[in-house]
């Protein structure tokens, strides 16, 4: 679908571009145009191949692994490593930021590109063209900051700033608000929308819809490798379902299982929980907190970035994070002690934590070694594992819970987020669990592994397995819960059950303490 | 679904030769046992016939088995994400403690051998204190017992040399007695390498079942048959050198010990609990805390249990050389590491098996012994070593880095249906750096049944 009443030059034109790896293709003739002074959003589930076409565009994956021409300002290009793509001002920011936690805002800035002479930098050119580049980006931080001393959400803004140092003309940005609340969100995107002023167009990759809706002119949909539309925003009147219906080739009906909760009685009572940060001593992180799980019961927690909710729910699962101060557990009537992730597990209590990379899998291992990790003793003999038993069980997950992969031998790394997410869920379900504790259970997941978490998530609730569901996104917590908690600053500050709740009453409670509403 | 190590189109298929050697091993051992294959052979011819003599097999075995031993420690301590360095002062430490035992304490050497790996334990489990649970790196932790079990042995021993008698000479000097009839070779070692041939069905025969009650698809028939006809004769032919010696020799009683660790280290790290844990944190320890893993315990297993092996390996050499002095063991640590890592372990741990390790160090012992066979000075020998390292690791890497095939499978790409697959086996490998990857694109996830 072209539109021909923009007035701006085409930029970049990727032209049927054919990526293979061996045995698998996971580009199939993709065409992107991308205008000047456009922001051109991609989307699609993953997997779809968007960072694959992003890899090929900045020389990641280098001229002659692909197939297809990349014509950018007018002229075919080959590039053949990032350093040339990024002379020709195409610069990509990664979901996982690039930058040293341990070097400054300026040296991160200017890392590969030193302002000197002969390797000996000008550190006040540097640092006076630091200041000129934080400006733009909006940034007011001293430039010697360390950066692991500034939110993810100004780190985002450095990544910015290095590319704008690097005279970038096309901006690639991956998911670049994953990892951000609210207002840093707004504040980049709306950075992003003032450099398309300043003649520079973005790609974007998100699984966020709403913001794309707001900021894109463009949208081109992948699905399975292929391109399968390209919608202007304006033109031809995108919303978010419309996305959807492009993304996954069909209309998602209810993105929420449609469910009647058949909840018990009370069996799990956390009372008075209170955790210190790990270094600060004077920083509760989680105060006085007291919440009951019933059986077959979705509990959800909502709260803003740093709230404490996984810090609540880490420090529950065996004293995984802070020091624990005061607080007392019970389940089934009884005071129980989970003084080791072991001793939580042994308990029956499961947590899936939001970082399934760093904190979920061992990327090393296969899928059907990840499933029985935590809990191998189920099916070992003394010290022995019996390893049929293990194929058989992870082949039973496979089938269950659709985890698309030709077979459990399979390493965990090739698997597409969601279904990596689907691998820490068996882990978890393996290990019986009686109340499982999800920690943003759908984070950097499409859309269609997303229905399929909620569905299992319901499942498990019928069974009567009760589940503490912590997510940052209401409309989730709101079509999956039945009962809401909302923390802020460390604190619980309200209760709700659902059919109570709506997004602008919890988003009252989770910005402040003031009310306190026990339904 | 096509499930690997089948060829729908039932013809000749590369993964069915790699599923020859370890199944679903990594490329990267069947590719160095190509390259111990072909050293062997090169060798074999350089030297006149003389690598594959029974006297020199008989010599490679006693002379590098400790070597094999420490490798099979260290493999451990590499996959959990650590080093250990002192292992020869370790080494050297307890041969000193275990020949005084017996010279001025009139130790029994059973007893002395018992001794010896107490010993190794307590400094293994002082290593350990001090790395699992103050949580000094390892490289420190064993930079510093280097130093102490080498002053050690010297502060104890006087710096001299202490002898140790002909009953504890067994475990680096023996072999398996002369028993039965006289067949021209020696029966035991014979026998024995009949016992693995069956061993070998056995084990293949319960795979296959294993495997069709998995469902799992076996790779054709013939691989099996193929691989027993191919070990089974290795293994009897290698009985056969053994077995027809000089008389008096045969297989020794340190290739037993060796022999016997192989076996039981390999199922400990590929079918336990204890083995599965090692692995776990070496490739994400965070994930294994929050799995239930007691890091700490692992950690302190790993160290001690080096310490133990060393003590062991120390021991063997004193039996060997039939004395302990101030300087055994010097540069063992080194050997053992390069072992280690030529048999496809990563410097960042999580990876490496017990198997490869062994193979990368009989890579080493035949290079060094083929060498001084052809009267290669020791300091040649030392800068080819040197090299050897540096180059398998390195192309090995570059290869990876570069997303390409290691040099065995470019041998292999063309030659058969599966070659393919067998690369984007290899290039996952390849992208495996916990948190830094974008597994969600490398491959599509269309993998559609």
Same mark, same amino acid.
């Given at each position: 679908?072209?539109?021909?009443?923009?007035?701006?030059?085409?930029?970049?034109?990727?032209?049927?571009?054919?990526?293979?790896?061996?045995?698998?293709?996971?580009?199939?003739?993709?065409?992107?145009?991308?205008?000047?002074?456009?922001?051109?959003?991609?989307?699609?589930?993953?997997?779809?191949?968007?960072?694959?076409?992003?890899?090929?565009?900045?020389?990641?994956?280098?001229?002659?692994?692909?197939?297809?021409?990349?014509?950018?300002?007018?002229?075919?290009?080959?590039?053949?490593?990032?350093?040339?793509?990024?002379? !020709?001002?195409?610069?990509?920011?990664?979901?996982?930021?690039?930058?040293?936690?341990?070097?400054?805002?300026?040296?991160?800035?200017?890392?590969?590109?030193?302002?000197?002479?002969?390797?000996?930098?000008?550190?006040?050119?540097?640092?006076?063209?630091?200041?000129?580049?934080?400006?733009?980006?909006?940034?007011?931080?001293?430039?010697?900051?360390?950066?692991?001393?500034?939110?993810?959400?100004?780190?985002?803004?450095?990544?910015?700033?290095?590319?704008?140092?690097?005279?970038?003309?096309?901006?690639?940005?991956?998911?670049?608000?994953?990892?951000?609340?609210?207002?840093?969100?707004?504040?980049?995107?709306?950075?992003?929308?003032?450099?398309?002023?300043?003649?520079?167009?973005?790609?974007?990759?998100?699984?966020?819809?709403?913001?794309?809706?707001?900021?894109?002119?463009?949208?081109?949909?992948?699905?399975?490798?292929?391109?399968?539309?390209?919608?202007?925003?304006? !033109?031809?009147?995108?919303?978010?379902?419309?996305?959807?219906?492009?993304?996954?080739?069909?209309?998602?009906?209810?993105?929420?299982?449609?469910?009647?909760?058949?909840?018990?009685?009370?069996?799990?009572?956390?009372?008075?929980?209170?955790?210190?940060?790990?270094?600060?001593?004077?920083?509760?992180?989680?105060?006085?907190?007291?919440?009951?799980?019933?059986?077959?019961?979705?509990?959800?927690?909502?709260?803003?970035?740093?709230?404490?909710?996984?810090?609540?729910?880490?420090?529950?699962?065996?004293?995984?994070?802070?020091?624990?101060?005061?607080?007392?557990?019970?389940?089934?009537?009884?005071?129980?002690?989970?003084?080791?992730?072991?001793?939580?597990?042994?308990?029956?209590?499961?947590?899936?934590?939001?970082?399934?990379?760093?904190?979920?899998?061992?990327?090393?291992?296969?899928?059907?070694?990840?499933?029985?990790?935590?809990?191998?003793?189920?099916?070992?003999?003394?010290?022995?594992?019996?390893?049929?038993?293990?194929?058989?069980?992870?082949?039973?997950?496979?089938?269950?819970?659709?985890?698309?992969?030709?077979?459990?031998?399979?390493?965990?790394?090739?698997?597409?987020?969601?279904?990596?997410?689907?691998?820490?869920?068996?882990?978890?379900?393996?290990?019986?669990?009686?109340?499982?504790?999800?920690?943003?259970?759908?984070?950097?997941?499409?859309?269609?592994?997303?229905?399929?978490?909620?569905?299992?998530?319901?499942?498990? !609730?019928?069974?009567?397995?009760?589940?503490?569901?912590?997510?940052?996104?209401?409309?989730?917590?709101?079509?999956?819960?039945?009962?809401?908690?909302?923390?802020?600053?460390?604190?619980?500050?309200?209760?709700?059950?659902?059919?109570?709740?709506?997004?602008?009453?919890?988003?009252?409670?989770?910005?402040?303490?003031?009310?306190?509403?026990?339904? | 679904?096509?499930?690997?190590?089948?060829?729908?189109?039932?013809?000749?298929?590369?993964?069915?030769?790699?599923?020859?050697?370890?199944?679903?091993?990594?490329?990267?051992?069947?590719?160095?046992?190509?390259?111990?294959?072909?050293?062997?052979?090169? =060798?074999?011819?350089?030297?006149?016939?003389?690598?594959?003599?029974?006297?020199?097999?008989?010599?490679?075995?006693?002379?590098?088995?400790?070597?094999?031993?420490?490798?099979?420690?260290?493999?451990?301590?590499?996959?959990?994400?650590?080093?250990?360095?002192?292992?020869?002062?370790?080494?050297?430490?307890?041969?000193?403690?275990?020949?005084?035992?017996?010279?001025?304490?009139? =130790?029994?050497?059973?007893?002395?051998?018992?001794?010896?790996?107490?010993?190794?334990?307590?400094?293994?489990?002082?290593?350990?204190?001090?790395?699992?649970?103050?949580?000094?790196?390892?490289?420190?932790?064993?930079?510093?017992?280097?130093?102490?079990?080498?002053?050690?042995?010297?502060?104890?021993?006087?710096?001299?040399?202490?002898?140790?008698?002909?009953?504890?000479?067994?475990?680096?000097?023996?072999?398996?007695?002369?028993?039965?009839?006289?067949?021209?070779?020696?029966?035991?070692?014979?026998?024995?390498?009949?016992?693995?041939?069956?061993?070998?069905?056995?084990?293949?025969?319960?795979?296959?079942?294993?495997?069709?009650?998995?469902?799992?698809?076996?790779?054709?028939?013939?691989?099996?048959?193929?691989?027993?006809?191919?070990?089974?004769?290795?293994?009897?032919?290698?009985?056969?050198? =053994?077995?027809?010696?000089?008389?008096?020799?045969?297989?020794?009683?340190?290739?037993?010990?060796?022999?016997?660790?192989?076996?039981?280290?390999?199922?400990?790290?590929?079918?336990?609990?204890?083995?599965?844990?090692?692995?776990?944190?070496?490739?994400?320890?965070?994930?294994?805390?929050?799995?239930?893993?007691?890091?700490?315990?692992?950690?302190?297993?790993?160290?001690?249990?080096?310490?133990?092996?060393?003590?062991?390996?120390?021991?063997?050499?004193?039996?060997?050389?039939?004395?302990?002095?101030?300087?055994?063991?010097?540069?063992?640590?080194?050997?053992? %590491?390069?072992?280690?890592? %030529?048999?496809?372990?990563?410097?960042?741990?999580?990876?490496?098996?017990?198997?490869?390790?062994?193979?990368?160090?009989?890579?080493?012992?035949?290079?060094?012994?083929?060498?001084?066979?052809?009267?290669?000075?020791?300091?040649?020998?030392?800068?080819?070593?040197?090299?050897?390292?540096?180059?398998?690791?390195?192309?090995?890497? =570059?290869?990876?880095?570069?997303?390409?095939?290691?040099?065995?499978?470019?041998?292999?790409?063309?030659?058969?249906?599966?070659?393919?697959?067998?690369?984007?086996?290899?290039?996952?490998?390849?992208?495996?750096?916990?948190?830094?990857?974008?597994?969600?694109?490398?491959?599509?996830?269309?993998?559609?049944?």
């Amino acid at each position: 679908m072209e539109t021909a009443h923009s007035a701006h030059p085409t930029i970049l034109e990727m032209q049927s571009i054919t990526k293979e790896f061996p045995g698998v293709k996971a580009l199939d003739k993709v065409s992107l145009t991308v205008r000047a002074e456009e922001i051109h959003a991609i989307c699609g589930e993953n997997g779809a191949g968007k960072s694959t076409l992003m890899k090929v565009l900045s020389g990641v994956y280098p001229f002659g692994t692909y197939d297809g021409d990349i014509v950018y300002e007018g002229s075919v290009v080959r590039f053949r490593d990032i350093k040339q793509s990024e002379a !020709a001002g195409i610069v990509i920011i990664h979901q996982e930021l690039a930058l040293i936690p341990e070097l400054s805002i300026t040296e991160n800035i200017f890392l590969g590109n030193e302002p000197g002479r002969r390797g000996i930098i000008n550190w006040v050119d540097a640092q006076r063209r630091a200041i000129e580049l934080l400006a733009r980006v909006g940034l007011d931080d001293d430039p010697d900051t360390q950066v692991k001393n500034i939110g993810v959400g100004k780190q985002q803004l450095v990544e910015i700033a290095k590319a704008l140092n690097k005279n970038v003309k096309l901006l690639i940005l991956d998911e670049p608000t994953a990892a951000l609340n609210e207002s840093d969100s707004q504040h980049l995107l709306d950075l992003i929308r003032g450099l398309k002023g300043k003649g520079i167009s973005s790609i974007m990759i998100s699984h966020k819809l709403n913001e794309i809706e707001q900021i894109a002119d463009q949208i081109t949909i992948i699905r399975d490798g292929k391109s399968i539309e390209t919608l202007d925003v304006v !033109a031809d009147g995108v919303d978010e379902d419309r996305i959807i219906r492009g993304m996954v080739g069909r209309t998602l009906g209810n993105r929420f299982p449609e469910h009647t909760a058949t909840i018990g009685e009370v069996f799990f009572e956390v009372r008075d929980w209170t955790v210190q940060h790990p270094l600060t001593a004077e920083r509760q992180v989680v105060k006085n907190s007291s919440f009951t799980v019933r059986r077959g019961e979705v509990v959800g927690f909502a709260g803003l970035m740093g709230a404490g909710r996984t810090e609540l729910a880490m420090s529950l699962f065996g004293r995984s994070y802070g020091k624990f101060i005061s607080g007392q557990v019970f389940k089934d009537g009884e005071e129980i002690k989970l003084r080791t992730v072991a001793e939580a597990i042994g308990h029956g209590i499961a947590y899936v934590s939001e970082d399934r990379k760093s904190l979920g899998l061992n990327l090393l291992d296969t899928i059907k070694r990840s499933i029985v990790s935590a809990k191998l003793g189920k099916i070992s003999r003394g010290i022995v594992v019996n390893e049929l038993e293990e194929a058989q069980i992870s082949e039973q997950y496979r089938t269950s819970l659709r985890i698309k992969t030709p077979t459990v031998e399979e390493g965990v790394t090739k698997l597409s987020g969601g279904n990596q997410q689907k691998v820490v869920l068996a882990k978890w379900m393996f290990t019986d669990p009686d109340l499982l504790i999800l920690d943003e259970p759908t984070r950097g997941i499409d859309v269609g592994a997303k229905a399929e978490v909620y569905q299992i998530i319901r499942d498990l !609730a019928a069974r009567g397995t009760g589940i503490i569901m912590i997510s940052s996104e209401l409309p989730e917590l709101l079509g999956v819960s039945d009962r809401i908690y909302t923390i802020f600053e460390g604190k619980i500050t309200n209760e709700l059950p659902v059919a109570q709740a709506d997004p602008e009453t919890l988003m009252r409670s989770m910005t402040s303490s003031s009310q306190k509403v026990v339904a | 679904m096509s499930a690997p190590g089948i060829d729908k189109r039932g013809g000749f298929d590369i993964r069915d030769l790699k599923s020859l050697f370890g199944g679903g091993g990594s490329l990267k051992q069947f590719g160095i046992l190509g390259a111990l294959v072909a050293i062997i052979i090169i =060798f074999q011819i350089w030297t006149g016939g003389k690598t594959l003599q029974p006297g020199n097999i008989i010599n490679i075995v006693q002379q590098y088995s400790y070597i094999l031993i420490l490798a099979i420690g260290m493999v451990m301590v590499i996959i959990a994400g650590h080093i250990d360095l002192s292992v020869g002062s370790v080494a050297a430490f307890t041969g000193i403690i275990v020949a005084l035992a017996m010279k001025d304490w009139n =130790f029994p050497w059973w007893a002395a051998i018992i001794l010896g790996l107490i010993v190794g334990g307590l400094i293994g489990a002082w290593q350990g204190f001090w790395v699992a649970y103050i949580g000094v790196p390892a490289f420190i932790v064993t930079l510093a017992g280097m130093l102490i079990w080498r002053g050690g042995n010297q502060f104890i021993g006087d710096s001299a040399t202490v002898p140790v008698g002909a009953g504890f000479q067994v475990i680096g000097k023996g072999y398996l007695p002369e028993f039965g009839p006289n067949l021209g070779v020696n029966n035991l070692t014979m026998l024995l390498g009949i016992v693995v041939v069956l061993i070998l069905i056995g084990l293949e025969v319960r795979g296959r079942r294993t495997r069709a009650v998995m469902g799992a698809a076996s790779a054709p028939a013939w691989t099996s048959i193929l691989r027993v006809i191919v070990l089974g004769g290795v293994v009897l032919v290698a009985a056969y050198l =053994f077995a027809t010696g000089r008389v008096g020799t045969s297989f020794p009683v340190s290739g037993i010990i060796l022999a016997l660790l192989v076996v039981a280290y390999s199922f400990l790290t590929n079918r336990t609990t204890v083995g599965r844990h090692i692995y776990a944190v070496g490739g994400n320890k965070h994930a294994a805390e929050l799995s239930g893993v007691n890091s700490k315990r692992v950690n302190f297993f790993v160290m001690m249990n080096m310490s133990v092996l060393a003590a062991l390996a120390g021991m063997i050499f004193v039996a060997r050389s039939q004395a302990s002095g101030p300087f055994d063991g010097t540069g063992w640590e080194l050997d053992a %590491i390069a072992a280690v890592f %030529i048999g496809g372990a990563a410097v960042s741990g999580g990876i490496g098996t017990v198997a490869g390790s062994i193979i990368g160090g009989l890579v080493m012992a035949v290079l060094s012994n083929g060498l001084a066979l052809k009267g290669i000075s020791s300091d040649l020998v030392q800068i080819i070593k040197g090299l050897v390292l540096l180059i398998a690791v390195g192309v090995d890497v =570059f290869n990876k880095s570069q997303g390409r095939p290691s040099i065995i499978g470019l041998m292999t790409r063309n030659k058969g249906g599966g070659g393919g697959q067998i690369l984007a086996e290899e290039r996952t490998t390849s992208q495996v750096t916990p948190g830094g990857g974008t597994p969600d694109t490398a491959v599509p996830a269309d993998l559609k049944n």
